[in-house]
Structures are given as C-alpha cells and as structure tokens.
C-alpha cells in the first residue's frame, strides 16, 4: 500500500493552504505520520508528524507556529493546515508512514507521490 497525498499549488506569501493524506486502500495498521518536504537540491525535511491517538504532534522550529498537523481518528488520514507561507516553505511536500511508533527519519515504509507547493514573493 501506499499514500495518497492532495492539496498544495501556487499561493502568494502570506496565504495558507492545506495539505491532505490518506492510505490508499483499506487496512489495520495504525501509523504515526509525518509530513516531510524537499526543495531543489536540498534533503528531504520532516515538518510535522503526528501520533496515532492525535495526542501529540512534533514541528521542527522553521515551521512551529504556522503549520498544524492533524488526523480523523482512528483513521491513517492526516492534514496539513500552512499559514503565512513563505517563499521559504516552497517545496515537494511528502506524507509518510512507517509504524506506530513516531519516527522523523525519512526511512519510512509508506510514502505518497508528493505534491508541489509555491509561494510567490
């Protein structure tokens, strides 16, 4: 199986967006998830990631306070909300998922196909 990813475009900066990701196909499992993105020749970047219960969720300092991470519960269906985009934030957004345990790696088993966001200056 693998992950479906939806959202993303080209906005201004200051706008926000919202990202969405789900198991393509029905399953058992329960994953922690994790948003990650990649700009042009860069590494890839985790930015948000959330516990299966939708407990707790973890942001690396770029993007605390701006993006939030949430999910259907009991579901493997996660969100990404983004405001005040910047130029910064422009990059191929990526959902993944691994386990139930939380992992911010990028050696992740599930991955969707990524989907481009732009922010214009």
């Known amino acids: 199986g693998h992950l479906v990813e939806a959202g993303g475009g080209l906005v201004q900066a200051g706008a926000s967006l919202n990202l969405s990701c789900e198991t393509n196909?029905?399953?058992?499992?329960?994953?922690?998830m994790v948003w990650f993105r990649q700009a042009p020749g860069e590494e890839r970047r985790f930015v948000a990631s959330?516990?299966?219960?939708?407990?707790?969720?973890y942001y690396p300092d770029s993007v605390k306070g701006r993006f939030t991470i949430s999910r259907d519960k009991g579901q493997n269906t996660v969100y990404l909300q983004m405001v005040n985009l910047n130029p910064e934030d422009t990059a191929v957004y990526y959902c993944?998922?691994?386990?139930?345990?939380?992992?911010?790696?990028?050696?992740?088993?599930?991955w969707g196909q990524g989907t481009q966001v732009t922010v214009s200056s």
């Open positions: 959330i516990t299966w219960t939708g407990d707790r969720t």
């Open positions: 196909g029905r399953t058992s499992a329960r994953y922690a």
């Open positions: 993944a998922a691994d386990t139930e345990i939380v992992k911010l790696t990028t050696d992740q088993s599930l």
